[in-house]
């Protein structure tokens, strides 16, 4: 059953550029500030309050991650990479440990990375021993010539750059693994249209960021569809679909994979901004809020732009969801209802 396309009420917040302080010679820098995702997949009556906690806890820790490399001075490709392992390492979410199972039990997972500055990218996608997705997605762009590889060649290039592999049974997590017994049960009992319908637990993890030069960054990481079949890829690795950042705009979706690859959706976002001259809100919620329901799909995104804007839409029970601006406070949010708290002269 489709899930109703409900708004999301949260509003796309403006941070204003910040000039330095140490004179006019000096480019301004931009006010970083750094926006993720957990996947729009809340479904409030399966979370328990400890799960709740967990994913409130690693989502400020994410944050936290990826601030600190913004404060740094470093790029925002690096507060992208390390707030996603955060969130991979985190059995909460749909990616690295914790990802949903295939139909044949396995985790497969996909991951991609995009440097708004260059347009240099990075995607893997169905790779089953690499901890961290994210990461190999970067080292495909940084050092392959390739833009995607895929499945056991994608692990063997990991393994040629000295990236280490982990058993398999690294991302298996309980409460995963029955959510994959249900589908199939209700596929067996023939409940649900089709293979996909019956469990649609949206987790993937996402983040975009803005560094202090003013450059962008996108990336995603996912294990896909529970009950996926036949080495399906979704939209996360997929540039354009998923993931995607320029030099003006930078976004990460979480959803029905499908819908989202066929409105290529993260791209249509940017193409909204650059050649409408529409606002990140108004572009992410064209999109997320019309585009994708309309076509019968659902789920959310982040998308900011090169002047801190930012917008979350998603038309489902929830997102997990959070900012963090160059105070370095952490702001989070789950469910529909909640509120986000907004940037400070916004
Ligand atoms: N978009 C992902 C996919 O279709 C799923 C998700 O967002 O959780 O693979």
């Not at 708004?7 to 550029?17: E, F, K």
């Not at 997705?133 to 390739?146: D, G, N, T």
């Not at 090169?306 to 997990?320: I, K, Q, S, W």
Request: charged letters at 20%; a negative charge; proline letters at 3%.
């Amino acid at each position: 059953m489709h899930m109703k396309n409900l708004l999301s009420g949260i509003a796309a917040m403006p941070l204003l550029m910040s000039a330095t302080l140490a004179g006019a010679a000096d480019a301004p820098a931009a006010r970083t500030v750094l926006v993720i995702h957990g996947g729009a997949g809340v479904e409030r009556a399966n979370l328990t309050a400890e799960d709740e906690k967990e994913a409130r806890a690693a989502l400020e820790a994410a944050l936290r991650a990826g601030h600190a490399e913004l404060a740094a001075g470093k790029p925002a490709l690096d507060a992208v990479s390390a707030a996603i392992v955060v969130l991979e390492d985190s059995p909460q979410f749909n990616a690295g440990r914790g990802a949903v199972f295939t139909h044949d039990g396995k985790n497969e997972l996909d991951a991609a990375i995009m440097d708004g500055a260059t347009r240099r990218a990075g995607a893997i996608a169905g790779v089953q021993r690499i901890k961290n997705p994210i990461a190999l997605a970067r080292a495909v762009m940084e050092k392959s010539p390739h833009v995607m590889l895929t499945g056991a060649g994608a692990e063997t290039f990991a393994q040629s750059i000295g990236m280490a592999l982990v058993d398999p049974s690294y991302f298996r997590i309980e409460k995963r693994w029955q959510q994959l017994q249900k589908a199939l049960k209700e596929e067996q009992d023939k409940k649900a249209h089709t293979d996909i319908e019956t469990a649609k637990h949206f987790g993937t993890v996402g983040a975009v960021a803005l560094d202090a030069k003013g450059h962008l960054a996108a990336g995603t990481s996912t294990g896909g569809m529970t009950n996926k079949r036949w080495g399906r890829v979704g939209d996360s690795p997929i540039i354009g679909a998923g993931t995607y950042a320029n030099a003006s705009c930078a976004v990460s979706g979480t959803g029905w994979g499908e819908f989202y690859i066929r409105a290529v959706a993260a791209h249509d976002i940017c193409a909204r901004v650059e050649y409408k001259g529409q606002s990140v809100r108004e572009a992410a919620e064209a999109v997320i809020d019309k585009e994708i329901p309309a076509a019968g799909g659902d789920g959310g995104a982040i998308a900011l732009d090169r002047n801190g804007h930012f917008a979350l839409p998603f038309n489902t029970e929830g997102m997990y969801r959070g900012w963090i601006g160059a105070d370095g406070v952490p702001h989070v949010a789950i469910y529909k209802e909640e509120k986000l708290a907004e940037p400070a002269g916004g």
